[in-house]
Antibody, heavy 121, light 107 residues
Framework: QVQLVQSGAEVKKPGASVKVSCKAS????????MHWVRQAPGQGLEWMGR????????NYAQKFQGRVTMTRDTSISTAYMELSRLRSDDTAVYYC??????????????WGQGTLVTVSS | SYELTQPPSVSVSPGQTARITCSGDALPKQYAYWYQQKPGQAPVLVIYKDSERPSGIPERFSGSSSGTTVTLTISGVQAEDEADYYCQSADSSGTYEFGGGTKLTVL
């Protein structure tokens, strides 16, 4: 069965960077786009970007351009999301989420458990 | 990026039909997706490509599209359907956006 297991909670100071990992299992990692979505406490969902694990190609939300980097390591079926120059309003739960099918436009149907990133001085 | 607009809340009695709308200029050209999120849980995809239902999603969930508005319809609402619902779509460059979310209350 498809599983996405994310790295543990992080506490960072303003200005620092955080790198969240998402280890995939139960399917061919390179066959399905991976998205990253975050949710601040009590707020809605916010799309950050996606990566094609086969090519490494990325699409980022304009809001995060220049601050976010999504990468993958196909040898260990793991995707990464790094966010730099952290601010207090980056405090959120960060999710990786896999698309439903090899069709990149199929919507995301499998989610990691979420990683809480807290930014505080 | 572009905006997707949803009503903040919708209320319905059990057994009735709930309709949640999502408006955006790109919707005539781009697919829409709908997610259900219950407190403390990750979202669940309930509709993709405007009107397709993933395996395991009850038939009472359906989606439709007309012009710049897409609609999630839940027929015969049950108490367990109380949740936040988010629409999502993409632009032609492959960047996605979520609507602000709609809280569905089952009275």
């Amino acid at each position: 069965q498809v599983q996405l297991v994310q790295s543990g909670a992080e506490v960072k100071k303003p200005g620092a960077s955080v790198k969240v990992s998402c280890k995939a299992s139960g399917y061919t990692f390179t066959g399905y786009y991976m998205h990253w979505v975050r949710q601040a406490p009590g707020q809605g969902l916010e799309w950050m970007g996606r990566i094609n694990p086969n090519s490494g190609g990325t699409n980022y939300a304009q809001k995060f351009q220049g601050r976010v980097t999504m990468t993958r390591d196909t040898s260990i079926s793991t995707a990464y999301m790094e966010l730099s120059r952290l601010r207090s309003d980056d405090t959120a739960v960060y999710y990786c989420a896999r698309v439903l099918s090899p069709d990149p436009d199929g919507g995301v149907n499998y989610w990691g458990q979420g990683t809480l990133v807290t930014v505080s001085s | 990026s572009y905006e997707l607009t949803q009503p903040p809340s919708v209320s319905v009695s059990p057994g009735q039909t709930a309709r949640i709308t999502c408006s955006g200029d790109a919707l005539p050209k781009q697919y829409a997706y709908w997610y259900q999120q219950k407190p403390g849980q990750a979202p669940v995809l309930v509709i993709y490509k405007d009107s397709e239902r993933p395996s395991g999603i009850p038939e009472r969930f359906s989606g439709s599209s007309s012009g710049t508005t897409v609609t999630l319809t839940i027929s015969g609402v049950q108490a367990e359907d109380e949740a936040d619902y988010y629409c999502q779509s993409a632009d032609s460059s492959g960047t996605y956006e979520f609507g602000g979310g709609t809280k569905l209350t089952v009275l």
